[in-house]
């Protein structure tokens, strides 16, 4: 998984009818990595709010996440990051 | 999934039956991230114009989207992000 | 997908039986993003040749366009661009 | 697979039930290449400690690792390299 | 699949049952793009010696070339690049 930091809401009103009542956020990639700072979008069934720290799995993982192996995203939160947790 | 905006068209007339009538698009990775920039072709079924920012999904995802696990995609636009959504 | 250009030929006699008789070409990354340059090999069964720009599917997507759920491919042409296509 | 350092343990107390259990670490790949430095969050089913040099499956092979393919993991410790393996 | 020079053997006493009596070979993208330098860990199922080049299948290809879809690899050697093999 990779650690990422929620930046945003994403709202799209057009979009396949799979991912209607979705909750999409932006993310950004942290951990001090060269991978840092990259960006994507992932579902999120956990709850989480803008600016926590959260594991995102990708790929055909994230559709064991959303418990629907024909919803068609490649990137799934699957846990919020304690605020304790240092790295 | 990544955020993406729509280049152009891109037009392939020897291609794998498989992708016959599909809509083709070229797309460009945004979203302020280090992975800005990246260029990528996916299969449009949600009827993205070009200049539109878009959800594209990756993998066996993608596969996902246009409803046939037998079409030999590894993109697909998913989603078009609402133009007053601003990140 | 990837755009891609067609650089060469790759020879490999002694390789799994699987991918026996299969069209290996080596294929470098075009289209002006910052992915530009990487290089990968990928199955030609479109008949593509040296210096045609093509389409590029990865991972389980490349076994869709060689037909065989049991080729260790993970990358397939599944188009060959139009010359008159500009991008 | 990467060759990876583990970093630290991440804890996850808000997760989902898939992942109740397992213990993740956050893993930095090492070996010398120019990938060297991305960060990751792997499941360990191995034992692995803070220090030690691992192997990391990705994507669906992961789900292999962990004997459970409805586990939405994208990453799993497969083997401790050998202290006196250098590379 | 991508082109790679064989730098190493691996050794990993402490592994998963599922990847023991498996060669596993650290490998170095080569081939003059820009992702060139990257390393990873491949199965070698091919026989291949260090210094040689090879071609390598990621992902879930990377299961159908060890035969058995259980095994947890995300990468194989798939073939060896032919000498005189120019690139």
Redesign the interface.
């Known amino acids: 998984?990779?650690?990422a930091k929620v930046?945003?809401?994403?709202?799209?009103?057009?979009?396949?009818d799979?991912?209607m009542g979705r909750k999409?956020m932006?993310l950004?990639?942290i951990?001090?990595?060269?991978?840092?700072?990259?960006?994507?979008?992932?579902v999120d069934?956990?709850?989480a709010g803008v600016g926590e720290r959260v594991?995102v799995?990708?790929?055909?993982?994230?559709?064991?996440?959303v418990g629907d192996?024909?919803?068609?995203?490649?990137?799934?939160i699957?846990?919020?990051?304690?605020e304790?947790?240092?790295?």
Chains 1, 2, 3, 4, 5 share one sequence.
Do not use: Q, Y
Not at 31 to 42: C, I, K, Q, T, Y
Not at 78 to 82: A, H, L, T
Not at 84 to 87: G, L, N, T, V
């Open positions: 998984m990779l650690t930046v945003d809401n994403i709202w799209s009103t057009r979009k396949t799979l991912l999409l932006l950004e990639v951990g001090g990595g060269s991978n840092e700072g990259e960006r994507l979008v992932a069934d956990v709850g594991l799995a990708l790929g055909s993982s994230a559709r064991r996440m192996d024909m919803i068609p995203t490649d990137a799934a699957v846990g919020i990051i304690d304790d947790c240092e790295f």
